[in-house]
Every structure is written in C-alpha cells, then in structure tokens.
C-alpha cells in the first residue's frame, strides 16, 4: 500500500511472462526486469542465522504499510540492529529515468540525507534504505545508527549492500531505494515492485560512510562489518 509521506513506496510482486509467449501488455517491459546479484563474500544463509534470535530494541512494533497490523520489532545485538519485513520501493530525490513524476505519481525530489556536494540521493543508481523516523517506537539516532550507516539487506540467497540514506512515517518499516531492491532481484518499479515480505535489515551500529554516495567504500566496510557480526555469537 502507498501512502504519501517523504519518501513514498509501493509494495506488490511484478510478474514476468513466460519467453515462449507474446508478452501481454500488462508484462514487467524490459527495462524493470531486475539484474540480481549478491555482493561480498559474507553469504546470505551466515546472516540470516545471526538474526534468528530476537532481542527487542524498539518499544514497540512497526507496520508494513498503513493500514496493516503492527507486528515487526526491531531487535539488537551489541554492534547492529536488525528486523525483518517487506520492501517497498522508495523512488524519491534526484530525477532520474525511472524515478520522477511520471512513473511515480507520488514521487518527492528529497530525501533526508544528502550527498556531499549537497544534492539530494539518486535512489536509481544509488542503494539505500529507509528508517521510520525517530519516535516513541525507536529513535535509530540513539542505537548508533545515523545517515550514512552501514546495512545489509538480504533477500533469499542474495546480499545487497546499501546505506541509510532517508525516513518515512514513523511507525512504518520495510523501504529501500530502486537500486536496493532491482540489484537484490526484486522488482523495482515504484508502482507495482517491491516484495511483500521476507526481506531482512541488518544496520551496523556506529558505521558510517563519507561521503554517502561511495557505494563502494559502503560494499568494503559492510563486508568487513558483516564478517565480525556472524563472528560474535
């Protein structure tokens, strides 16, 4: 479910026709269909067994989108948090070719955090997720998570590195950029793509990349985080 707020997201599984039939109109065209990949060495399954056990950080739990029942705590250990939940596409800040008012009729040209030169973050080049703002629930900003920090979002058997790079509403959780989620191999288009469930967050705690648009200094610290996460027991 969409719902307007600063960084605006859409929930729902986009369906490929098979090759051997003529592509229907209603088909994912071309350009949408995702190109998996997993990043580092540190595999999905290693990250998803450090998350198995919860210990509740937050005081209360999130929705996944407005209207649905709150059921998604944020849990923590001593050098992350994480939760699991859906992802909806964010597809807000720079315009781009598939992120702007046109294909996204809730599109906003900000996101909370910005690049270093002061522009506001591309979400369809550059991977990243989305924090509930900070409120009763949980304030991220007092568990050592801030713009800039470091995450792993891991979907099946992938591994996506990616950066906090804005907010939503405050009592929704589940969101990450058109890059997140197309190199994660689900489908990104902001209106009908994301995944309605079983994707997990992992933020490392006091982490934080400079400039916020170095992906790739984001991939090295994140796998060198995600080792020492799998590590502690």
Same mark, same amino acid.
């Given at each position: 479910?969409? +719902? ?25 065209? !071309?350009? $949408? ?5 997993? $990043? ?5 399954? $290693?990250?998803? *067994? ?19 029942? *709150? ?49 506001? @973050?591309?979400?369809?080049?550059? !991977?990243?997720? #989305?924090?509930? *703002? !900070? ?5 991220? @900003? &007092?568990?050592?998570? &801030?713009?800039?920090? #470091? *995450?792993?979002?891991?979907? $099946?058997?992938? +591994?996506?590195?990616? +950066? ?12 990450? &950029? ?12 902001? @209106? ?10 992992? +933020?490392?705690?006091? &982490? ?26």
């Amino acid at each position: 479910m969409r +719902v307007p707020h600063l960084t605006l997201a859409a929930a729902g599984v986009a369906l490929l026709a098979p090759a051997a039939l003529p592509v229907p109109a209603t088909a994912v065209p !071309p350009r $949408e269909r995702p190109a998996a990949r997993s $990043e580092g060495a540190v595999t999905a399954a $290693e990250l998803l *067994a450090r998350t198995g056990d919860c210990a509740r950080v937050s005081k209360g739990r999130y929705r996944t989108d407005a209207g649905s029942p *709150a059921t998604v705590p944020v849990c923590g250990t001593h050098d992350a948090v994480f939760w699991k939940a859906d992802l909806d596409i964010d597809c807000d800040g720079r315009t781009s070719a598939h992120c702007n008012g046109r294909t996204d009729p809730l599109f906003a040209p900000t996101t909370a955090y910005q690049q270093s030169d002061g522009r506001h @973050l591309r979400a369809e080049t550059l !991977p990243y997720i #989305v924090l509930p *703002a !900070p409120g009763p629930r949980w304030n991220f @900003l &007092s568990h050592g998570v &801030s713009g800039g920090s #470091v *995450a792993a979002v891991v979907h $099946e058997d992938r +591994v996506q590195y990616a +950066v906090v790079g804005d907010t939503g509403p405050g009592d929704i959780i589940g969101e990450a &950029s058109y890059a997140t989620a197309r190199n994660l191999g689900i489908p990104s288009d902001p @209106l009908t793509g994301g995944a309605p469930s079983g994707v997990t967050y992992i +933020v490392f705690r006091n &982490s934080r990349i400079t400039p916020i648009e170095n992906h790739a200094a984001a991939v090295a610290t994140g796998e060198r985080l995600a080792r020492q996460f799998i590590a502690h027991k």
